[in-house]
Every structure is written in C-alpha cells, then in structure tokens.
C-alpha cells in the first residue's frame, strides 16, 4: 500500500482512516479485509455507513435488512463502500415502560457511532415511531451528510372483507369486545389479520407522520415515505438513496444545510395538513433543537391556524396509508399546499422542495383534498394553555368530538396509571358522560418515560350505554393511531409539581379548543395553597440510564430531549478522525 494509492478523494473524513501508510491506516485496512473485503474498497471511495434499526424485537422494522441490502447495491453502482452497523432499535409495542424513555438513548447511539467510525455519508434506515425522530436527532448532531429511507408502511388490514387500521382499529373493536359485541373467536381472527405484512402502523400514527416528516424536511428522497413497505418500489428507492448517498459524501451536503428554519416550518405545516400525531410536535422541537432551532409550541398553534387539514387518512379521516401512497403520495400533498411552504428549502437530493414536488400530481381526490375544499379549516393539532397548563398542552383536534371542543366538566382524578387500572370499570366509580377523566403522574418524570397513557379507557359501564368519547386529560402522549377528545403533554407535568398534580375529583375543568384554553376553575388562591402542600413523588431510578434520564430530561413543550444534547449554535463539530489509531 502507499499513499498515492488511497488518495482517492482526499477530503474524505474516511481518509485519516484509510490513506495513511504507517501502521495505524494499515491496522484500519486489515481489520475490514477480514471481512473479506479487497484492497479495491480503500482506494479513495466514499465509505457509507448504513445505520439500520433493524431487530427481530421492533416487528416493524424487521424487514430492513432487505432494504439495506438495497441500499448497498446503489452504493456499489455509484462508486462507494457500503458499511452497514446496528444501533438500538426501538419497538414500540414490546418496549416497556415506553420506547420514548430510550429515544435520546438511540439519538445518542446514531450520534456517537456516526461520528466514531469513517463514514463519509449515513443512509438512515427507520420506521416505527421513536425509530425516525431518534436518527435524525443523532444524525443532525453529528452532521456528517445523511439521507434517511424509512421503512414503509404496512400493507391495509382485511378482516371479514372490513379494511383495518393498525391501532386505530384495535382500539375501536377493543371497545366493542369490552362492550360484550364482540365474541373471543372474532377477535382472535382480527389479532391475525390486522398486520399483515412488514412494515409501520399504516393510519397517520406516529410512524407515518413522523416518515412524512422526514420527506417534507427534506430528509428522504421525494416519494419515499408512503410507499409500503411490502411493494417493490420500496427496495428501488432504497437502491436509488444509495446512489445518491455517495453524492452526498462527495457534495459534503451536511443535514445542517438542510434542517434550516424554513425546513421546520415545512414539515409542521406537512404535520397540520396530514393530521399528524400529536407526537411530531415533541419529536420536531427536539430535532430542531439539535440545530440551535427553536420551535416554540406558539409555532406550531400559529402554523395550525393558517394549514388547513386535506389528508382524509384515519385515525382523523377515512383512509390508510397504502390508499395515500397510490393518490400520489407526500409529493401530491405537498403540491396541494406549495403556496404555504418554502419551495427553496434545500432538500438531500441537492435540488429544492418545490423542484422536487414540481411533477407531483394527485389521483385521488377523495383522499387529497384540494387546499380550497378541505377536511377541516385548521390543521390537526392546536395548542391549549390556561392555569393548568402554563407551559401548553396539545390536543388533536381532527380526532376530537365536534361536541367536545368545548366543555366544562368535573375532574376525576387518577392518581397514576396503576390506580386508572384499577378503578375505571369499578362500578362505584362516580363518573358521567360529562366528567373529565384526569391521570396525573403520566409524564417524562411521572411515568417515567411518557408512555402513550393518554387516551385513557373509557369506564365499561359508560361504553356499554353508547357512550363513544370523554374528555381526558393528562401529562402522557397518545400514541398517533388513537382518537378521542384527549389533551396530552400538560406541561409542567404533575411529578414536578405541575398544576395537574394538585387536581381533586370534583374541581370543574373547563377546555375551549377554539379559544385554545384549558382552566381550573377553583380560586387562584386555593390553587396557590394546594400548589405550595404539593410534595414531589419518589424517583423512579437511582443508577443507570434511568438515572440519567431523570437528571437531564426537559418537558414536553422542550421536546423532551435531554438537557446538554441541544445544541446552543448550530450542530456540534463531528470530531476529527483519530490520529493515533488503537492496535488491539
Ligand atoms: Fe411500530 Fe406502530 S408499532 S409503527
């Protein structure tokens, strides 16, 4: 080996690896022939790291092996050295308490494998929830240029000739089972057939949001995040962001030249237009945070007001995703609402949003509706404050009750999850229709982790009567396939003496979504007092990553990130490539 045989591209990072002569670049070069690779790969080639989420315990993810198989081919065609490693994944049905306690431990994990190893560009690949917010917080931090493919969604559910919608319809038959019209062979039918095939929950979760999301940031390339995850052209644009990583790698076109204020603003007005999961908003201001990027919750209220809501997908509309994709996908969506975005928001394909959306049509529109005949006015999701929510809480108003939107009720109080367990089919349970349902103790802290408590059961006794909806209250999430009149993320959360933690069974709750207000009616005095009694609970953890996660946590409205991984100017520097390389 010598030097004027590894030059290659010489700006390289992967090149303090690779090029030197002396014993640290050949130590580097063996270790990876052990692989079976030839001297071939070291000759100055983009090496691409293929970050994969894969893991037999994140059943949605559990195809992308084959997708990085994809990816690698268009890496080899386009002249690079494809190399793929793992991180944590995150399964969002297996992982307990909450995939979100393990979020920024995967943003962590992308961040510091990206910067430790010599990639000169990431191909990202995700799909359930936590999954996508997760690399693209590592990946913004660590700002070595990335493109992310995301996994796809699933295939629709059939059940008996019915189209299901993973969560959504779990959540609604589940209901009809608790409300005794549903027999256990039935269900045992629909728990075979309402995921059938690989890929994410196919309604607007927080999978397909979050997907849409990193198309409309400019993240993916154009198209990639409806396309199912079972249908061949999900491998195609795997291999075609291959190729295009290595131009990347080339083009040194870093995720902080794309993740820009004007990106953000797109992908929220996306959200809105979607009807996105209420899980976007903690999930976008902690990427932007990554960037030195506020995005205060008023920016998401004042970007709701002016998108209206087109996209007719459940758990808000009718649809799925499979349905979305062959209307013409995000492209289609984003060309219906082109006069509310940044069009020059550069994009990974080097080209700009609205370049890459110029030929984008919409051939359904039942599905898409045209901006001038939307679903509703507004977008999905709003921003309520009031005295108990100082800091703001979120409700998805396009699942919400029509009837709800504005109510005033009495307050009954779960103490934390294991007392809403235990007490809400208890038939001396004093509750009404018109009783608002609050769980404290739900939130980053309380929890911990903030699991997707949020759309609490409604009392079996209540559904058996016909009863659909309540308002509910809490310092939880709700997962994106659920539906309801359920305000989330109140913040301060009650385990650090929010105002939520002092409410009693029996305080009236007022909630006017329109005025955007959530208030508890008792006097401000006797708010004062109860405030000043309150005690904060136990921590949940005294080492280890729990530990960590207590001590540097943020709320809700800050994205739930923690602490010292926001950048306060811009992404941090990727470090330089070692000079002295480790010999076993
Ligand atoms: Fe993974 Fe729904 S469980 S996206």
């Not at 990639?119 to 990946?139: F, N, Y």
């Not at 939130?443 to 408590?453: D, H, Q, R, S, T």
């Not at 016909?466 to 309801?484: H, K």
Request: net charge neutral; glycine share 8%.
């Amino acid at each position: 080996m010598n030097d004027a045989k590894h030059n290659g591209h010489a700006n390289l990072r992967s090149r303090a690896w690779f090029a030197p002569s002396d014993i640290n670049g050949s130590s580097h070069r063996t270790y990876l022939r052990a692989e079976g690779f030839s001297s071939r790969v070291f000759d100055g080639r983009p090496v691409i790291g293929i970050c994969n989420s894969w893991s037999e315990l994140t059943a949605c993810n559990a195809h992308l092996r084959q997708v990085a198989e994809a990816v690698k081919r268009g890496v080899w065609a386009a002249g690079g050295f494809p190399l793929e490693f793992p991180t944590i994944s995150l399964g969002e049905v297996l992982m307990k308490p909450s995939t979100m306690l393990y979020r920024n431990l995967m943003a962590m994990d992308v961040e510091e494998c990206i910067r430790a190893y010599p990639l000169d560009a990431v191909v990202l690949l995700c799909g359930c929830d936590k999954t996508t917010p997760a690399q693209l917080m590592g990946a913004a931090s660590a700002d070595v240029p990335a493109i992310m493919v995301t996994g796809g969604p699933m295939l629709r559910g059939m059940w008996r000739n019915q189209e299901l919608g993973s969560g959504t319809d779990t959540r609604r038959l589940w209901a009809e089972k608790r409300a005794g019209r549903l027999s256990d062979e039935e269900w045992c039918e629909i728990e075979g057939c309402i995921s059938r095939s690989a890929g994410h929950c196919m309604v607007m979760g927080t999978a397909s949001t979050m997907t849409s999301i990193a198309e409309a940031l400019g993240m993916t390339l154009p198209g990639c995040a409806h396309i199912p995850a079972a249908d061949s052209r999900r491998l195609a644009i795997a291999e075609e962001s291959g190729r295009r990583a290595v131009e990347l790698a080339l083009e040194d076109l870093r995720p902080s030249k794309i993740l820009t204020p004007a990106a953000f603003e797109n992908a929220i007005r996306v959200d809105m237009a979607i009807g996105g999961s209420t899980n976007a908003i903690i999930h976008l201001i902690a990427i932007a945070g990554r960037l030195g990027i506020d995005l205060p919750l008023e920016k998401f209220d004042e970007l709701s007001r002016s998108t209206p809501f087109i996209v007719n997908i459940r758990p808000s509309g009718k649809y799925l995703m499979e349905d979305l994709y062959y209307a013409g996908g995000l492209p289609a969506v984003m060309k219906e609402i082109a006069p509310l975005l940044h069009l020059d928001a550069l994009t990974v394909t080097g080209k700009s949003i609205g370049e890459n959306i110029a030929g984008a049509a919409c051939y359904n529109r039942a599905i898409i509706r045209p901006l001038a005949e939307p679903l509703q006015p507004e977008g999905g999701t709003v921003v309520l404050k009031g005295n108990l929510a100082p800091h703001g809480a979120v409700i998805k108003q396009s699942a919400a009750s029509p009837l709800l939107m504005k109510h005033r009720g009495p307050a009954v109080v779960f103490e934390d999850y294991a007392d809403l367990m235990a007490r809400i089919d208890d038939p001396a349970l004093e509750v009404t229709e018109d009783s608002v349902l609050v769980l404290k103790n739900a939130g980053p802290k309380g929890a911990p982790g903030m699991p997707e408590w949020g759309d609490m059961p409604l009392p079996a006794r209540l559904l058996k009567a016909g009863v659909t909806d309540m308002v509910r209250i809490s310092d939880a999430r709700m997962s994106g396939t659920a539906y309801g009149t359920v305000v989330l993320h109140v913040s301060p959360e009650s385990a650090v003496g929010g105002p939520l933690a002092v409410v009693k069974t029996g305080d009236l709750i007022e909630l006017d979504v329109h005025a955007r207000k959530l208030e508890l009616r008792i006097p401000e005095a006797e708010l004062k007092q109860r405030l000043a009694a309150w005690r904060p609970p136990a921590p949940h953890y005294e080492r280890g990553y729990g530990r960590m996660f207590l001590d540097h946590i943020l709320q809700a409205h800050e994205g739930c990130d923690f602490d010292y991984l926001r950048a306060v100017r811009g992404a941090r520097p990727v470090t330089a490539a070692p000079t002295v390389a480790a010999l076993p």
